[in-house]
């Protein structure tokens, strides 16, 4: 919880008393394989910061998982519906392997928010990477070729192929799983 508040402090000096709001509200959450932290119509506001472990948001199609994105350490997740509209997620977030997050529900972002430039600033710069982040991977899905969206994958997050089934990741490229060991092995040759 401290290296969040030390992170944002380091980029956007907060005032001791937002600092003391961080520390009383903020709360750290833990996870096991499998474990759901949004489940798809339920509302949640909160943001969560991935200290450790893999999460992948998905949807059900026809009895079938599909995977939308995932998340490594480092990185936020949460049902935008349910942060900023208030309304059921569209999609459940589900942790790949035993994980920890830390939550900040959104009554502790507004109470900050409205009273602090440089918490504003922080969230500005937040929720900017996370439109950015998305705009990256529509870019990936509508037009590169399975291979390449598998390559971008592998170099973005190299280390989720020890702690995610390869079942998931063919979701999530959109191929097969055979289609997912057909790119991998001709990869290697």
Known sequence: MEDLINSINREFP????????????????????????????????????????????????????????????????????????????????????DSTVIEMKRDTIERLSSHSINFNKWLHKLYVDTILSMDDQLVNISYFTAEQRYLAFMKKMPSIFQQVPLKEIAGFIGVTPQSLSRIRANLKE
Request: hydrophobic share 40%; proline share 1%; with cysteine.
């Open 14 to 97: 907060l005032e001791e008393g937002e600092i003391t709001i961080l520390r009383e509200s903020l709360r750290t959450i833990s996870f096991s394989k499998g474990g759901i932290i949004i489940r798809k119509g339920d509302i949640d506001d909160s943001i969560y910061f991935i200290r450790k472990g893999v999460w992948r948001a998905h949807l059900d199609r026809e009895g079938e998982e599909l995977t939308i994105w995932f998340a490594i350490q480092g990185e936020i997740i949460f049902s935008s519906w349910g942060h900023i509209r208030n309304q059921p997620s569209r999609f459940s977030i589900t942790a790949s392997c």
